[in-house]
């Protein structure tokens, strides 16, 4: 197999460099060079108009170099110039028998100033930094009466348009060799190096993973995607470059096509440059993974979702306000308790979010919708939440859970080792003038849990003011209202309200009345009759809120008030049938339809 020849680009600064040149490249089997006669701007110019050429490297000297690799990605190798190129320049100018000056930029002027140096010599040497500079020193040159300089060939021009002789410095046979030999290793060993990159992509293509890696700008710079759909692929990806992370994590989907979709993320940095790494693998899915039940969130998500209101921030409302901050940082589980509507989710997405795995998903299991299928997922699944690692789960709706599946989740927790490699929440939905039952004691000791216990908001009635200032100012917002608050006397009755449904009834009824407020200020009867209609029937209204999302199709509201009734009756499909009116075998296809 015939090795490509090496592509070779040179700028020289002359016609007899350029002769120089091709004497040199003549004997050489292994180098193709185009040699072009350019200086400075012409030099950058001949560059731009070839660099589609598939050069492998460029060979200018000076100046000219510098800003040709200001223009491209080719790699630049600089002609050198040698102590003995500027001393036989210097050695010619002696022979004019005037004062002369070394002008050029620093590759040059280094050497001036080191033959000066050595050799005891009266010289005069000027370092210019760009070219602009050339011309006030020409001008100054002359008023001291110069009429000779020593420099390379670009300053030489500008020095003749002013009246005064140039030497050129001349690069020597020795040193256009030298830097052709530099640029074929350098070419020889980026063939390499393109060569294994390429050898490596194979084996990539052809690994255990497929591929998609991202740049810092989030453009797309390798894919090696396969079997994986690529806009499936794709679209998991955009979603997590939006909170990229430090280390690896996993989160798993279903495709259209029934393949659960499994991807680990990874960020790496090459030379400075951060890289986002995603390992996709599919396998064909059992059955479908739980919606409802199971959520995954993003901390951008969690926010969004549970902390999107100041008033929904439960800053206050709990029993370790002081120590909350300690909680947070331990790595212990956490249980927390209180009545519907009292802020437990966004407890939890606040513990979430300022927690050690703030940067990993979220997991919520919603007990209140789970089902067999829901269990048979968490038990025996690849992917199941307990099998996951460095990331935050909470458990909502212990209250729907029966003694006997309590214990199940603590041994499934248990034998799995969940809550070591993991932060753990729980929470339980006590009833007012109940205790909390044995069984979930049994749990929160089981796991040396952390307790929160969050208070009912008729308990929070001196903080009802500033709760309501709070959340109007959202509702303002929402609504394009401008209520300042409300009238004493109606303030008085929201707080001898008992709030059965707590923050949840709350925001509730402040919404309502703000967008009633036909002035700056909610008024006392409007506050009466809002309230009276709330009391009608409180406990029904929040536990619908609590079981029920309104914005999901019809047929999905149905199934969720059928597995309400099942959570409430035990799983006993007979009395859940007889409380709804309809037979079994309705139940069971409402419960079963996807």
Not at 453 to 476: D, Q
Not at 487 to 508: C, D, H, I, S, V
């Given at each position: 197999?015939?090795?490509?020849?090496?592509k070779?680009?040179?700028i020289?600064?002359s016609?007899?460099?350029?002769?120089?040149?091709?004497?040199?490249i003549?004997?050489?089997?292994?180098?193709?060079?185009?040699i072009c006669?350019?200086?400075?701007?012409?030099?950058?110019?001949i560059?731009?108009?070839r660099?589609?050429?598939?050069?492998?490297?460029?060979?200018?000297?000076?100046?000219?170099?510098a800003m040709?690799?200001?223009?491209?990605?080719?790699?630049?190798?600089e002609f050198p110039?040698s102590?003995?190129?500027v001393?036989?320049?210097i050695?010619?100018?002696d022979?004019?028998n005037?004062?002369?000056?070394?002008?050029?930029?620093?590759?040059v002027t280094?050497?001036a100033?080191?033959?000066r140096d050595l050799?005891?010599?009266?010289?005069?040497?000027?370092?210019l930094?760009?070219l602009?500079?050339?011309?006030p020193?020409?001008?100054?040159?002359?008023e001291?009466e110069y009429?000779?300089i020593?420099?390379g060939m670009?300053?030489?021009s500008?020095?003749r348009?002013n009246?005064?002789?140039?030497?050129?410095i001349?690069?020597?046979?020795e040193?256009?060799?030298?830097?052709?030999?530099?640029?074929v290793?350098?070419?020889?060993?980026l063939?390499?190096?393109k060569?294994q990159?390429?050898?490596?992509?194979?084996?990539l293509?052809g690994?255990?993973?497929e591929?998609?890696?991202?740049?810092?700008?989030?453009?797309?710079?390798f894919?090696?995607?396969?079997?994986i759909?690529?806009k499936?692929?794709?679209?998991?990806?955009?979603?997590?470059?939006?909170?990229?992370q430090?280390?690896?994590?996993?989160?798993?989907?279903?495709?259209?096509?029934?393949?659960?979709?499994?991807?680990q993320?990874?960020?790496?940095e090459?030379h400075?440059?951060?890289f986002?790494?995603?390992y996709?693998?599919?396998?064909k899915?059992?059955?479908t993974?739980?919606?409802?039940?199971?959520?995954?969130?993003?901390r951008?998500?969690?926010?969004d979702?549970?902390?999107s209101?100041y008033?929904?921030?439960?800053?206050a409302?709990?029993?370790?306000v002081?120590?909350?901050p300690?909680?947070i940082r331990?790595?212990?589980?956490?249980?927390?308790?209180?009545?519907?509507?009292v802020?437990?989710e966004?407890?939890?997405?606040t513990?979430?979010?300022q927690g050690?795995?703030?940067?990993?998903?979220?997991?919520v299991?919603d007990?209140?919708?789970a089902?067999?299928?829901?269990?048979?997922?968490?038990?025996?699944?690849?992917n199941?939440?307990?099998n996951?690692e460095?990331?935050?789960i909470?458990?909502r709706?212990?209250e729907?859970?029966s003694?006997?599946?309590?214990e199940?989740?603590?041994?499934?927790l248990?034998?799995?080792?969940?809550?070591r490699?993991?932060r753990?929440?729980?929470s339980?939905?006590?009833t007012p003038?109940?205790?909390v039952?044995?069984?979930?004691l049994?749990?929160?000791?089981?796991f040396?849990c952390?307790?929160?216990?969050?208070m009912?908001?008729?308990e929070?009635s001196?903080e009802?003011?500033a709760?309501?200032?709070l959340y109007?100012?959202?509702v303002?917002i929402?609504?394009?209202?401008q209520?300042?608050?409300?009238?004493p006397?109606?303030?008085?009755?929201?707080?001898q309200?008992?709030?059965?449904g707590?923050?949840?009834?709350?925001?509730?009824?402040?919404?309502q009345l703000?967008?009633e407020?036909?002035s700056?200020?909610?008024?006392?009867?409007s506050?009466?009759r809002?309230?009276?209609?709330?009391?009608?029937?409180?406990a029904?209204?929040t536990?619908?809120?609590?079981?029920l999302?309104l914005?999901?199709?019809?047929?999905?509201?149905?199934?969720?008030?059928?597995?309400?009734?099942?959570?409430?009756?035990?799983g006993n499909?007979?009395?859940?049938?007889?409380?709804?009116?309809?037979?079994?075998?309705?139940?069971?296809k409402?419960?079963k339809?996807?």
């Amino acid at each position: 197999m015939n090795k490509r020849k090496l592509k070779l680009l040179a700028i020289a600064p002359s016609e007899s460099i350029q002769s120089q040149l091709n004497e040199i490249i003549f004997s050489m089997t292994n180098v193709e060079m185009d040699i072009c006669v350019g200086n400075l701007y012409s030099g950058v110019e001949i560059v731009q108009q070839r660099c589609s050429r598939g050069y492998d490297a460029i060979l200018s000297r000076g100046e000219t170099a510098a800003m040709i690799k200001k223009i491209t990605q080719i790699p630049v190798i600089e002609f050198p110039i040698s102590f003995y190129d500027v001393l036989h320049a210097i050695k010619l100018a002696d022979n004019f028998n005037e004062p002369y000056a070394v002008v050029g930029f620093t590759p040059v002027t280094t050497s001036a100033h080191l033959l000066r140096d050595l050799l005891q010599l009266d010289l005069d040497i000027y370092t210019l930094f760009s070219l602009e500079d050339a011309i006030p020193l020409m001008e100054r040159l002359k008023e001291k009466e110069y009429r000779l300089i020593v420099s390379g060939m670009g300053i030489d021009s500008i020095a003749r348009r002013n009246g005064i002789n140039s030497i050129l410095i001349t690069t020597g046979r020795e040193s256009l060799s030298s830097a052709i030999d530099q640029a074929v290793r350098l070419c020889s060993s980026l063939v390499k190096v393109k060569e294994q990159e390429h050898f490596f992509k194979e084996l990539l293509v052809g690994g255990l993973y497929e591929l998609m890696v991202f740049n810092d700008k989030k453009e797309l710079v390798f894919s090696s995607l396969k079997q994986i759909r690529r806009k499936a692929a794709l679209s998991m990806a955009t979603k997590r470059l939006q909170n990229v992370q430090r280390d690896d994590t996993t989160i798993s989907t279903k495709s259209s096509q029934g393949m659960l979709i499994t991807l680990q993320e990874r960020t790496m940095e090459i030379h400075g440059e951060q890289f986002v790494v995603f390992y996709f693998s599919q396998q064909k899915q059992p059955y479908t993974a739980p919606k409802n039940e199971i959520r995954i969130f993003s901390r951008e998500e969690a926010v969004d979702t549970f902390l999107s209101h100041y008033l929904e921030v439960p800053s206050a409302g709990h029993d370790c306000v002081e120590n909350l901050p300690r909680i947070i940082r331990s790595s212990y589980p956490i249980m927390i308790l209180g009545e519907n509507g009292v802020g437990k989710e966004q407890m939890a997405a606040t513990i979430y979010t300022q927690g050690e795995f703030k940067n990993r998903p979220y997991l919520v299991i919603d007990f209140s919708l789970a089902n067999d299928k829901t269990w048979s997922y968490l038990q025996g699944h690849m992917n199941s939440p307990v099998n996951h690692e460095g990331v935050t789960i909470y458990f909502r709706g212990l209250e729907k859970l029966s003694s006997v599946r309590t214990e199940k989740l603590a041994a499934l927790l248990y034998d799995t080792g969940t809550c070591r490699r993991n932060r753990i929440l729980f929470s339980y939905t006590t009833t007012p003038g109940k205790g909390v039952p044995p069984h979930i004691l049994n749990l929160t000791s089981r796991f040396s849990c952390l307790t929160i216990s969050m208070m009912p908001l008729r308990e929070r009635s001196g903080e009802l003011k500033a709760l309501a200032s709070l959340y109007i100012s959202t509702v303002n917002i929402d609504l394009a209202k401008q209520v300042i608050g409300f009238m004493p006397q109606a303030m008085k009755l929201m707080e001898q309200f008992q709030w059965l449904g707590n923050l949840n009834q709350f925001k509730r009824v402040i919404t309502q009345l703000v967008m009633e407020s036909a002035s700056s200020y909610i008024q006392e009867e409007s506050t009466r009759r809002v309230l009276a209609a709330e009391s009608s029937d409180t406990a029904t209204s929040t536990v619908l809120s609590e079981v029920l999302n309104l914005n999901k199709p019809l047929q999905d509201i149905e199934k969720d008030i059928v597995k309400a009734v099942l959570a409430e009756t035990g799983g006993n499909q007979s009395q859940a049938a007889a409380r709804l009116g309809i037979c079994r075998t309705t139940l069971w296809k409402i419960v079963k339809d996807k």
